[in-house]
């Protein structure tokens, strides 16, 4: 816009943020702290023109621009007291976004200008080059989509990074590939409604900086867990076509995958911001009112529980209400139908973790919010921070226990038999206890932090050279299993067991209670080379390589999501009691060893493999005999046949052969319900 000089009315401090009207545009802005707030409009040619906004007796800064208009680029300069050891960083040489934003017009790469000084306040003026929040008007026709609620219990959520799941796709248009528009291209929806997949969690899509340090390096934050404007879309992963823009093409893409029956859930990112630790640059809150927004110690630092340099303040009711508006305007103005919280503690803390916080509180308590998909990532690194089965109804959590004793069930006898069940059953032992249902249990055998389940089965050990920490990053626990040899093979004898194992961990992963997460890429056999920590691989390491697709294990990953949407006892969202009805005429479950007899309670405890028998919904039988020798199975009466996906043969099955390191699922023909 090349006109930035308008008339300055006193104008309404709500909504916060910047709206826009028909006759011009309302600014608003929150600080306690600030002694004078500037607004500063940008023009094409790169005048600055500024006005003082009014403070109203509730600390917020408003004005309105008669004849202002969408496209209108602006910032803040605050002013108040320079006092760090008080946490009180205001520093009007640097130009701040606006926290509401819904644009930004461009990215940081002079960091070194936008550091406001730790002792003594850097007076170097970055107004030219700074980030400017932008004025945006976005009309959408979204006719008559609406939200699915598919119930929890037949949910299967497919986690998944934007530009990596379809930059390498060759049947996908070059020109849309690595882009929300490449996601809604019918090859890919086909596939994700062949895969079964009733969710797609998309890692952030919110705007995001790369990190000084990774600018450094040459590399970028892939994953986008360093946000700095979470009402405003990411822009890389938009395909820039004529007649579009990044958020409508965003909407489109929702629109689409509700056509197919598939749900939109975002990773979101409010425990820290890219301002990251007191060397990082000042881009927002730290200049608008440090002590309010973040966590400081007594001597002005940041507390740092997040491991990212920062904490947000979130019990703070104008940090709470920041929240609770971006949540409102990903649900109402872009109809996606859950968010899953990264480092999920920070939500809860007052500094300690309290599942009845105020942030807490207020989500739980919404009217549209408490209606969606909420996940929770139950831990941060402070303390305390651990924090897995405390989250309030209706949150959902991620479960690493699952991860973990599954994995070492599976691939190094790593848990006792009680151990595995209590993760099969939808870890009652953590969520049954506090009367949530088992669908809070979010199982995952992968996720974007860590290995691939390819890499699992490959490698003993993490490979994040190419990461710039000289391999330090990334866990050092992977509980994985390389099955003789480390990393890449072509040994036919290795690569039959590291099939079996990977066929092994997605059965575990989809025929287990609560709900199952699959990893992108898990699916087709995608590696990262061994890197568990690939947040800063924008290349062909962290993209899903397509070409070389493992075509059997597509199959079998659909067949065996097929299977699950069968099973009642996974499908009804209950916790099983083992009890007969008879109004199923069938117990839910139902535990066996191999003589077709109950476990007694010293088997639950070994650590030795020995063969076991659950029985779902009195007509599914899975079948695990994990020893290293043929085992003859008594199986329960019934008229037993092989199960897709572990079809061999329909014969009727009386006395079952199970061979070395093997699962076989078979269905009872005779069962009538």
Aim: hydrophobic content about 35%; overall charge negative; aromatic content about 10%.
């Amino acid at each position: 816009m090349a006109n930035v000089n308008f008339k300055l009315s006193a104008g309404h401090s709500t909504p916060l943020g910047c709206v826009a009207d028909k006759n011009g545009v309302n600014f608003a802005l929150y600080s306690e702290k600030a002694e004078r707030v500037e607004l500063c409009l940008f023009s094409q040619q790169g005048e600055e023109i500024r006005y003082d906004l009014i403070r109203d007796d509730n600390h917020i800064w408003h004005g309105y621009l008669l004849g202002a208009t969408a496209g209108l680029h602006y910032g803040y300069r605050v002013h108040g007291p320079w006092q760090p050891e008080q946490g009180l960083r205001f520093n009007p040489n640097k130009l701040l976004i606006d926290p509401y934003s819904r644009a930004v017009s461009s990215k940081v790469q002079d960091a070194h200008l936008f550091i406001d000084g730790i002792d003594s306040r850097n007076v170097i003026d970055n107004g030219s080059i700074a980030p400017k929040s932008i004025v945006t008007q976005d009309n959408y026709d979204w006719g008559d989509d609406e939200l699915l609620n598919t119930p929890w219990s037949q949910t299967i959520i497919y986690e998944a990074h934007v530009r990596g799941l379809t930059q390498l796709h060759p049947d996908i248009p070059q020109e849309i590939r690595g882009s929300y528009a490449a996601i809604d291209h019918p090859v890919m929806i086909s596939y994700l409604k062949q895969l079964g997949i009733t969710a797609i969690e998309l890692l952030p899509i919110q705007f995001h900086l790369d990190e000084p340090r990774l600018q450094k390096l040459n590399l970028t934050n892939y994953w986008g867990y360093n946000t700095l404007a979470p009402f405003a879309i990411e822009p890389t992963y938009w395909s820039g076509r004529a007649n579009t823009s990044p958020l409508n093409e965003f909407r489109d893409m929702v629109k689409a995958l509700h056509r197919a029956g598939i749900e939109i859930i975002l990773d979101i990112v409010f425990n820290h911001t890219a301002e990251l630790d007191l060397l990082g640059p000042t881009l927002s809150f730290r200049g608008i009112d440090n002590s309010t927004y973040y966590w400081l110690q007594d001597n002005g630092d940041y507390h740092n529980w997040t491991g990212c340099g920062n904490t947000l303040n979130l019990s703070h009711p104008m940090v709470k209400q920041w929240v609770i508006d971006c949540l409102h305007f990903w649900a109402n103005e872009c109809h996606v139908d859950g968010f899953r919280f990264d480092l999920a503690t920070v939500l809860g803390r007052m500094p300690e973790f309290s599942s009845n916080s105020p942030l807490l509180r207020a989500i739980t308590q919404d009217p549209v919010l408490s209606k969606l998909k909420l996940i929770a990532e139950p831990w941060d690194v402070g303390t305390g921070g651990y924090q897995l089965g405390n989250f309030p109804t209706p949150f959902a959590e991620w479960n690493d226990r699952f991860r973990d004793d599954i994995r070492q069930f599976t691939l190094n006898k790593g848990v006792p038999l009680g151990t595995f069940a209590s993760r099969f059953a939808g870890s009652s032992d953590i969520y049954q206890q506090s009367q949530r249902l088992p669908y809070v249990s979010i199982n995952k055998i992968t996720s974007h932090d860590g290995f691939t389940l390819q890499d699992v089965v490959s490698f003993n050990h993490k490979h994040n050279q190419a990461n710039g920490e000289s391999n330090t990053d990334g866990s050092n626990s992977n509980h994985s299993n390389n099955h003789g040899f480390e990393g890449i093979t072509d040994d036919p004898q290795i690569l039959q067991k590291r099939s079996q194992s990977q066929r092994h961990l997605l059965t575990f992963l989809m025929l287990s209670l609560g709900t199952p997460m699959l990893l992108a890429g898990d699916e087709q056999g995608n590696s990262q080379q061994g890197n568990n920590n690939a947040y800063c691989q924008d290349s062909p390491v962290s993209w899903i390589n397509w070409q070389t697709r493992d075509e059997e294990l597509i199959q079998f990953t659909s067949r065996l999501t097929a299977l699950r949407h069968k099973i009642t006892a996974l499908t009804e969202g209950e916790w099983w009691t083992g009890n007969f009805s008879s109004e199923k005429n069938a117990a839910d479950v139902v535990w066996l060893n191999q003589h077709g007899e109950p476990l007694t309670p010293e088997q639950w405890q070994w650590h030795e493999i020995l063969p076991l028998q659950i029985l779902l919904s009195g007509k599914w039988l899975i079948i695990i005999n994990f020893t290293e020798q043929n085992q003859h199975i008594t199986l329960p009466a019934g008229h037993w046949v092989n199960s897709e996906p572990f079809l061999c043969s329909s014969e009727m099955i009386e006395k079952h052969q199970s061979n070395p390191r093997n699962i076989d699922v078979l269905i009872n023909n005779n069962f009538t319900h």
